[in-house]
């Protein structure tokens, strides 16, 4: 079995920061990509930011330079580091795999950027 669980979300005023951890179970931060996506309602699912097995970063031109994504093998943990946040970045935030696997979507982690 392989279980993703996001953590970290909450209500954040627009230009707040917020932290969001992906830990797994397995080995699979070992051996695999991983990307963070995002889903607002009304919305289909995007890819927000994908992280190489070796560390490589790809974002999203929406949160370029604002969000940042790594990971720590050793404790199979993703981060996504979101800072200069805007009400349009308001969503449920998952992990997974890249590319995503069907059967490892989780429940997410609301972000709700509000004043």
């Known amino acids: 079995q392989v279980q993703l669980v996001e953590s970290g979300g909450g209500l954040v005023q627009p230009g707040g920061s917020l932290r969001l951890s992906c830990a797994a179970s397995?080995?699979?931060?070992?051996?695999?990509?991983m990307g963070w996506y995002r889903q607002a309602p009304g919305k289909q699912r995007e890819l927000v930011a994908r992280?190489?097995?070796?560390?490589?970063?790809n974002y999203a031109d929406s949160v370029k330079g604002r969000f940042t994504i790594s990971r720590d093998n050793a404790k199979n943990t993703v981060y996504l580091q979101m800072n200069s946040l805007k009400p349009e970045d308001t969503a449920v935030y998952y992990c997974?795999?890249?590319?995503?696997?069907?059967?490892?979507w989780g429940q997410g982690t609301q972000v709700t950027v509000s004043s």
């Open positions: 992280i190489s097995i070796g560390g490589n970063a």
């Open positions: 997974n795999l890249w590319p995503s696997w069907r059967d490892y």
């Open positions: 397995g080995t699979i931060f070992r051996l695999n990509a």
